[in-house]
């Protein structure tokens, strides 16, 4: 079975500009999170989405943004990038019959100059 | 506000040695614990989860046990090797809270020698 899945693996934006990361769950999984890892550090919550509603929100800005598509699938959207938003994003799948046990993907690099 | 903390932040050992890995959490209420193993620039990958009402799991070489009351979990990997290098990564989902939403440690950072 494929595991999570996520696109870009790599990006490099300029200041100002907008992303969208992609992330694809594992099958039968509902709930999507995301999570921000900058170098040195444990991941930080960003967004949980499950069957397309929103279930949480970390201490991000409005600039991020999130949404889940009907085949449970999601995208992360950041507007007028930061060079503090350089980091690796992570997305993360899992399902209640699992216990909410979370599934990684390999994550997308971001680089922001 | 939950957090958590893994001790120690960085641990070189021989290659065959058995080890602990440490991580504390501030509110005992807590859903889960996961650890997982991270290699440089990848993602995360779960090795164990234990749910509130669980004492311990185990996989192969690996031991993973919770004290909610204390707030404490430990990793115990048996017979360590080259391939266990890697930053291991404690998280907790709050009680109540959404299930999605981990706390991360900051990791332990592990070299095992040949």
């Known amino acids: 079975d494929a595991g999570v899945t996520q696109s870009p693996t790599h990006l490099i934006k300029t200041r100002g500009q907008q992303v969208t990361l992609r992330c694809s769950p594992i099958s039968g999984h509902k709930s999507v999170s995301w999570y921000q890892q900058v170098l040195g550090q444990g991941p930080q919550f960003i967004f949980q989405?499950?069957?397309?509603?929103?279930?949480g929100r970390g201490n991000f800005p409005d600039r991020f943004s999130a949404r889940q598509f009907p085949n449970y699938s999601s995208e992360l959207n950041v507007n007028a990038l930061l060079l503090g938003d350089s980091a690796l994003y992570l997305c993360?799948?899992?399902?209640?019959?699992?216990?909410?046990?979370?599934?990684f993907g390999p994550g997308t690099r971001l680089t922001v100059t | 506000k939950q957090e958590v903390t893994q001790i120690p932040a960085a641990l070189s050992v021989p290659e065959g040695e058995n080890l602990v890995l440490n991580c504390s959490f501030t509110?005992?209420?807590?859903?889960?614990l996961q650890w997982f193993r991270q290699d440089p620039g990848k993602g995360l990958t779960s090795l164990l989860l234990?749910?509130?009402?669980?004492r311990e799991q185990t996989s192969g070489r690996l031991n993973a046990s919770l004290d909610k009351s204390s707030g404490r979990s430990t990793l115990y990997i048996a017979a360590s090797q080259p391939g266990d290098s890697a930053t291991y990564l404690c998280a907790v989902a709050n009680y109540g809270g959404s299930q999605g939403n981990l706390i991360f440690g900051k990791g332990t950072k592990l070299s095992v020698k040949p």
């Open positions: 993360a799948s899992s399902t209640p019959s699992g216990h909410y046990e979370q599934y």
């Open positions: 989405y499950y069957e397309k509603e929103e279930r």
């Open positions: 234990i749910q509130s009402s669980q």
């Open positions: 509110d005992s209420a807590i859903y889960n």
